[in-house]
């Protein structure tokens, strides 16, 4: 037994070129730093829908990394919780946990749910009554705003996505029919790939109403009508003759009644109203006679009376109409003279609409109007004074109007009114004093209302009102889990590692540490509240930390910070009332921070003074886009731009050495259709090495003389170069030539003649990374390395470790690291390698529930997200042992086994297999099954954002 141990250590050696530093290698123990958000989690939902009385609704769970579908790129989907609720706490449970539903409806006695995973399922009321729809049904995206029911039949725009084969139409209406359980098109409006991009839908009894447009460059996009049949669905009327758009929005039902806005091209933007036939869709009134439109800019009904608020001399007020040009009138102004009241919230409750205006003398308060000026009243000033209550989220139930309002002295909680000052009353204080449960997610069931809310014990969870005090209760506690700060974007300035958290209290904001508990804490509220700055791109430049944040005020800016709140301050000088967005890509040169703000490059030294513009570099107008800096070299910073133009559109490579004069187009790629380039660039031999068009690579020392077409690695329509990762003197590159052939890993030394094909290869899932010399890469479930060689590249480990599936790699100092999922649990684990066989090890105490961050490293420690089952995801520490990297052996290679006819399946890998990577897999994996772990699974909230590993770490 001694002997093999020894053989398995001398076999890795060959593949891992690494040598312990002062004694073997012992497993490491991970702790928690500090726990930053201790507040209660809550159970917020994602979507919640009614049926027959019983509430369903999904909770935030876990984020899982799974390999996806067609294109075998990895994706995080935010899973959820499933439950039902009738009201009670034992009445309350769970269905299942799954991914992340987008859309929920109650149809016809079942729940009906959508996402990417499960498509469409129905559920009645158990975890075995939930299905999938029969049928094929495509990876897609249902927007859950757009959506009507005719009879039992539900209608909605459907979106087809999938990489190979294209899909054959565009974004088209389809139905779902609960009686026959089928899913499918109605009608290919704009026959082919192209997009009829259905909209506004509205039924009005039997008939559906919507806007589209068939592409046949006769009719634009008009009002169109479906009955749920192909034949049925037809074109109204086309209100804007020829080309042009009338553009049918705001359709709201009054009645039997349609009224929309539209545009005939005489009128500008007018009423119209529509009984389904085209001599009866007709202009109401023109309401600013003219082509300048009637400035609308709400409808509702109530019963068969249609409300609109609109500007004109009188300001934004209220309007009537009941379909007829006399019957069409200002009910009133309600703040007279040119000011306006701005009614908002329009809601009804049988033939009263209630809405919130501001009469210049309360602030914004609740009103209620029956269509006439003396049945337009004041209903109650709830918190006395100009600045209004904030009401919000009003919500017919059972003739009763419930909202949410701050009366200024019990925050924001659920109110109640029937119309009078009387009867106009605060429901329950659920959060005790001046705090605010701040109510969420309405939800009507016959006379009862379901909502969230945060009584400041529990977090926001499910509550139920009658309408009394004593009927407002809490459901469940349905989340009793910690909540997370769910750290991420770990970034070490010096001896300061600055990262964002989220807490309960100040949202997701920039928060520092030192690497111990008592260092550890919120560098600056930024935008003050619950909802955050949610600070993103933290960047380490010349010893300054960069970001992105919203302070709420000036929306995305850039900022800086030296860890102090003073010291923490935006960059940029705004107008107040311009959010323009400011943003990716950022790159670095001189010690100067580079970004794109509206298509100009900027950039910064850290100060105010110093944040200038340089240039517009998006000349042919705003299609024109970068996305991406592709790195220095010899003083100038390199980026792509498309262009855009009627005959086409191409790349350009530009450079900047900073000013305006230096910042030129340095030559023109050629002509592509694809997304700018997925990877940044690489310098070698002087030169940087990036994508260009499609699959091509290039390389550029700056000028236009040395900017060279290294290799067109496949078709245009591929437009697919994965990764890129240097090895020596060498750079390894992941692309596929078209859809109908599996990737290649190519290698390039810099020049044309050195640009070639290494093998046939699955796509790469995650970072490649390198090592001692080699690079380490994913390919499905299997562990790869390549020293850049066809002999030196093969397959290490096959699929993966043991019960686990391998999610990416990184490296801290001299170490490899592992990141790797529960096949059964869907916990990810950590592993370190130094390349013995006591040297690999799972990271003790260590577990996560999240998209992978693998933080950055301080000192001899790592600091990361991690959970616990009693913490959730919160900073943790793990000891980083001191291994030195031996130089990689001169000795000849043992010889290689062929290579496989499919590469991923390893299908030569067996016992013809000989030779050095046929042992080493064998060997790896022996080790895997030798030194395998087992780590406490966590059950653990919803996760931050997914960030590739160490970007823009020193």
Request: proline content about 6%.
């Amino acid at each position: 037994m001694k002997l093999f141990q020894g053989s398995l250590m001398g076999l890795l050696a060959l593949s891992f070129p690494f040598s312990s530093h002062g004694g073997t290698a012992s497993p490491v123990q991970a702790r928690r730093l500090v726990d930053i958000n201790t507040e209660p989690l809550s159970s917020t939902p994602s979507a919640a829908a009614m049926v027959d009385g019983t509430l369903f609704f999904t909770s935030r769970s876990k984020q899982v990394v799974t390999s996806a579908s067609s294109n075998g790129v990895s994706f995080d989907h935010l899973s959820a919780r499933l439950w039902k609720s009738d009201g009670t706490a034992q009445g309350t449970v769970l269905l299942e946990d799954g991914p992340q539903a987008s859309f929920m409806l109650g149809l016809d006695g079942r729940l009906y749910y959508y996402s990417p995973q499960w498509k469409w399922n129905t559920g009645n009321g158990t975890s075995s009554g939930l299905y999938g729809i029969p049928g094929s049904i495509p990876d897609g995206s249902v927007d859950r705003r757009d959506f009507d029911t005719v009879g039992s039949t539900l209608f909605f725009p459907f979106t087809e996505i999938r990489a190979y084969p294209p899909p054959s139409t565009g974004t088209e209406l389809y139905k779902l029919d609960p009686a026959q359980s089928l899913f499918f098109r109605v009608k290919d409006i704009c026959a082919g790939t192209g997009s009829s991009m259905p909209s506004g839908l509205k039924a009005v009894g039997n008939t559906l109403f919507f806007s589209a447009d068939d592409c046949l460059g006769t009719h634009g996009r008009e009002l169109w009508k479906s009955d749920g049949t192909g034949a049925g669905t037809v074109l109204v009327k086309d209100i804007r003759p020829g080309a042009g758009d009338s553009a049918p929005s705001m359709p709201t039902r009054a009645g039997m009644t349609l009224f929309f806005l539209a545009d005939d091209g005489v009128h500008g933007r007018e009423l119209w109203k529509s009984d389904g036939t085209p001599e009866g869709t007709v202009l109401v009134e023109d309401l600013v006679p003219g082509a300048s439109g009637g400035s609308v800019t709400a409808m509702a009904a109530a019963g068969t009376r249609l409300f609109l608020v609109r500007s004109d001399d009188s300001g934004l007020e209220l309007w009537t109409s009941d379909g007829t040009e006399d019957g069409t009138v200002l009910v009133e102004d309600l703040q007279p003279g040119a000011g306006s009241s701005n009614p908002t919230s329009l809601t009804e409750v049988e033939t009263t609409l209630f809405f919130v205006a501001d009469d210049g003398v309360h602030g914004p308060e609740l009103w209620k109007s029956d269509g006439t000026k003396d049945g337009t009243l004041l209903v109650r000033e709830i918190r006395p004074g100009p600045d209004g209550a904030g009401l919000r989220d009003l919500k017919n139930v059972d003739g009763t109007l419930f909202f949410v309002a701050d009366d200024g002295v019990h925050g924001e909680e659920l109110w109640k009114s029937d119309g009078t000052p009387e009867g106009t009353r605060l429901v329950a204080d659920i959060h005790q004093g001046e705090s605010a449960s701040a109510p969420v997610s309405l939800v009507a069931a016959g006379g009862t209302l379901f909502f969230w809310a945060d009584d400041g014990l529990h977090g926001s969870e499910p509550w139920k009102s009658d309408g009394t005090p004593e009927g407002t209760v809490l459901v469940r506690d349905v989340e009793t889990r910690p909540a997370s700060s769910a750290p991420g974007d770990l970034t070490r300035v010096g001896e300061t590692v600055f990262f964002l958290a989220r807490t309960e209290t100040h949202g997701e904001e920039l928060w520092k540490t030192d690497g111990t508990e008592a260092g550890t804490s919120l560098v600056k509220d930024i935008h003050p509240g619950r909802a955050g700055s949610i600070p993103r791109a933290l960047m380490n430049v010349g010893g300054r930390l960069f970001f992105l944040a919203d302070d709420g005020v000036h929306g995305t800016r850039l900022w800086t910070s030296d860890g102090t709140e003073a010291g923490t301050i935006q960059l940029q000088e705004a107008d107040p009332d311009s959010r323009s967005y400011i943003g990716v890509p950022l790159g670095t040169l001189n010690g100067e921070l580079y970004l794109t703000v509206d298509g100009d490059l900027w950039k910064s030294n850290g100060t105010r003074a110093g944040t200038r513009y340089v240039k517009d570099i998006s000349p042919g107008g705003a299609n024109d886009s970068t996305r991406r800096f592709l790195g220095e070299v010899n003083g100038k910073l390199l980026f792509p731009v498309h262009r855009y133009a009627s005959t086409g559109s191409w790349l350009e490579l530009w450079g900047s050495d900073g000013t305006e004069a230096g910042t030129t187009v340095i030559k023109n790629l050629g002509r592509t259709q694809s997304y700018l380039p997925y990877t940044g660039g690489l310098l070698l031999g002087g030169s940087l090495v990036f994508q260009g068009p499609g699959s091509q690579l290039w390389k550029s020392d700056g000028t236009e003389a040395g900017t060279i077409l290294l290799e067109d690695m496949g078709a245009e329509a591929a437009r697919t170069m994965q990764y890129m990762v240097k090895v020596g003197d060498r750079i390894l590159i992941s692309a596929r030539s078209d859809y109908f052939t599996t990737w290649r890993l190519w290698v390039t030394d810099g020049t044309e003649s050195g640009t070639v094909p290494l093998r046939s290869i699955e796509p790469m899932l995650g970072n490649p990374v390198e090592l001692g010399g080699k690079a380490f890469f994913m390919v499905g479930r299997d562990l790869w390395v390549s020293d850049g060689t066809a002999e030196g590249t093969g397959l290490v480990v096959k699929d993966g470790f043991p019960g686990q599936d391998i999610l990416e790699l990184s490296r801290v100092g001299n170490l490899l690291l592992i990141a790797t999922r529960d096949a059964v649990t869907r916990d990810q684990r950590l592993w370190m390698s130094d390349g013995t066989a006591d040297g690999t090890f799972p990271i003790q105490g260590y577990s996560s529930t999240f998209a992978y961050d693998f933080g950055t490293q301080l000192g001899d420690q790592l600091l990361l997200p991690g959970s616990d089952p009693e913490h959730a995801q919160e900073l943790w520490t793990v000891p980083v042992p001191d291994v030195q990297v031996a130089p990689p052996s001169g000795e000849p290679r043992p010889e290689q086994p062929q290579e496989p006819s499919t590469s991923a399946s390893c299908g030569g890998c067996g016992a013809s297999a000989s030779g050095a990577l046929a042992w080493q897999a064998l060997a790896f994996a022996a080790l895997l099954l030798h030194r395998r772990a087992a780590i406490s699974p966590g059950h653990h909230p919803y996760s931050s954002t997914r960030k590739t590993p160490s970007r823009g770490r020193p």
